[in-house]
């Protein structure tokens, strides 16, 4: 069988980012930054479409955007994260600000470009070519290694941020540091599923990862695999199934996964569970 | 945003040349109404500490939407529909206790991203509807019929009367939940009753703002007034205000430029926000540390 360029470009691309995202998931649900998570997936939006208005590369105002207003969330939090009302307040205006780019983008450009902004939200994946599939996955390999360098004191910090701070781990930092590295894995992957549904594939692997085995090392590991797994049995499925969007069905085996591994835990209850 | 020269800056003449259009009185009506909803509903949810099931109550409204013009009825119906059924599955994750927030918190995203997710495939079976797609997300303030702020106007006079006869255990049960269970105030019920309350206000306010812009009008005007003053009343009575304002000045602007009036309406209340920010950092030391410390003065419910 001879495979499609486009599909491979997707499946290329895909697994390196869903790789990238499974890592920076896991921790941002253990520490319970989903929030931000969903914060960034509507700075990517306007990130893009920012660049998109005003000409530049798409990818640049995207990872710019996100990397940016990630670490600016942990600044204005204080401890390196942000309260839920601050981190609100600043996207649901950002949000404005992309429709203003929106707007201005389909203005300037009546032809052709209408679906500027469905892309930039709900993802193109079979759309990528071949560089870009390229630089997406050598992005998302420098994420991975950022995530494994910083994971052992990272985790320490997650999981008992005073005993690390007294054991002089750089706590503060470090929530710098993956801040910049969830704004990076979430540019990553709105060019897989979009802006707008981004959030799913940095959570729903991480916690059914969490779900699975409470050992950190194995449940990072898992997250990552799943994410992996996930993308290529959502992309498999919207390529034999064209009626259905490529990520959508990757939002839809990620969560149907979820599902059943939730679905299973509260059958037979598990004494470890968080 | 239409038809106009530009404002002669006497705000009479402007109003009287705006409001001769039906489309802008029936818009400025809606606004109202969403502002006063939302701005009140907001304010539960910010003392609530519920931003994020806020926003995730929001976004469900998109595929109710979508799904609701996919099979051919009026959007109004999937809005109320897919808000208050996502209003119950919220409310029946396991609530969060000390370190199931993290889990809970991964359910809720994916949940929303699924949401979206389903909106975009009901669109995408939906063929030629592209353009309408951005009608829902970023809403519509120009195309609302009378009858439509009808309804609103009774759904809100409806959500704002069952809000006021549990408004005052429930801000007991919000500011201290394990005393007010002690006290045997109906805790969880009254968390139940909020949320399907929540997602009400959020069905009304999408569509008109757009599922994407209605976290804007719940979250900025509440946390704004909270930033002010730790009073309740006086908040509450401030967050109404600042909703409204934000609303008809957005709408105003909106009418004479040709950017979407959900631009000015996020950026006139995220700088109402930052102000307000900048006004308690400014304030002596003590007052500040002291809101820190009780946000709300705990004698309320008694």
Do not use: E, K, Y
């Given at each position: 069988m001879i495979w499609p360029s486009f599909l491979v470009n997707a499946l290329l691309a895909g697994t390196a980012i869903a790789a990238a995202a499974g890592l920076v998931g896991y921790f941002m649900v253990l520490r319970a930054q989903v929030f931000t998570g969903d914060a960034l997936s509507h700075v990517a939006f306007t990130g893009a479409l920012a660049a998109l208005a005003l000409g530049v590369d798409e990818r640049l105002g995207l990872f710019a955007a996100t990397i940016g207003v990630g670490v600016a969330l942990g600044a204005l939090g204080g401890r390196g994260r942000a309260d839920d009302v601050v981190i609100g307040n600043v996207f649901a205006w950002i949000l404005g600000l992309g429709v203003f780019f929106l707007t201005l983008y389909t203005t300037n450009n009546?032809?052709?470009?209408?679906?500027a902004g469905v892309n930039v939200l709900f993802?193109?994946?079979?759309?990528?070519n071949r560089s870009e599939a390229i630089t997406a996955v050598i992005v998302a390999v420098l994420i991975a290694a950022g995530m494994v360098t910083i994971a052992r004191p990272l985790l320490f910090a997650s999981i008992d941020n005073a005993v690390a701070t007294a054991r002089g781990i750089p706590v503060r930092m470090l929530g710098y540091v993956f801040l910049a590295l969830v704004g990076a894995a979430a540019a990553e992957a709105s060019q897989a599923v979009g802006a707008l549904l981004l959030l799913g594939l940095l959570a729903a692997p991480a916690g059914t990862a969490q779900r699975l085995t409470t050992r950190p090392y194995s449940a990072l590991l898992l997250s990552a695999g799943l994410a992996v797994g996930e993308v290529w049995a959502g992309l498999t499925l919207s390529y034999t199934v064209p009626a259905l969007p490529p990520s959508f069905a990757i939002l839809a085996v990620a969560t149907g996964v979820y599902a059943l591994v939730l679905l299973r835990a509260r059958a037979r209850w598990h004494p470890l569970r968080r | 945003m239409i038809l106009s020269a530009g404002p002669s800056w006497n705000p009479i003449i402007d109003l009287q040349q705006m409001w001769s259009f039906p489309f802008m009185v029936n818009a400025f009506r809606a606004g109202t109404i969403v502002a006063v909803l939302a701005g009140v509903m907001g304010w539960f949810m910010v003392l609530r500490r519920q931003s994020f099931a806020g926003h995730t109550l929001s976004l469900i409204g998109f595929p109710g939407a979508a799904g609701a013009v996919l099979i051919g009825v009026a959007a109004s119906y999937g809005y109320f529909a897919f808000c208050l059924a996502g209003a119950l599955v919220i409310a029946a994750l396991?609530?969060?206790g000390p370190g199931g927030y993290s889990e809970e918190s991964a359910v809720t995203g994916t949940v929303q991203a699924l949401a979206l997710a389903c909106g975009f495939l009901f669109v995408a079976l939906y063929k030629g509807f592209l353009n309408s797609i951005n009608a829902l997300l970023?809403?519509?303030?120009?195309?609302?019929?009378a009858g439509q702020v009808t309804l609103l106007g009774v759904v809100a006079a409806l959500s704002l009367a069952a809000l006021a006869v549990i408004g005052r255990p429930l801000a007991f049960a919000s500011i201290d939940p394990e005393v007010a269970a002690a006290r045997n105030v109906p805790v969880r019920a009254l968390s139940v009753a909020f949320l399907v309350l929540l997602g009400a206000a959020t069905a009304e306010a999408s569509q008109i703002t757009g599922t994407l812009l209605v976290f804007a009008l719940l979250v900025m005007p509440a946390a704004t007034a909270q930033a002010l003053t730790a009073r309740p009343g006086r908040a509450l009575a401030l967050t109404v205000t600042i909703g409204l304002v934000v609303t008809w000045l957005g709408l105003s602007v909106a009418y004479y430029t040709p950017f979407p009036v959900g631009f000015f309406v996020t950026s006139f209340a995220f700088a109402g926000y930052v102000a307000a920010q900048a006004v308690r950092h400014t304030r002596p030391r003590w007052r500040a540390a002291s809101s820190e410390v009780s946000p709300m003065p705990t004698g309320i419910a008694r």
């Open positions: 009546s032809a052709g470009n209408g679906n993802g193109s994946i079979f759309g990528l | 396991p609530r969060a970023f809403g519509n303030f120009l195309g609302i019929s």
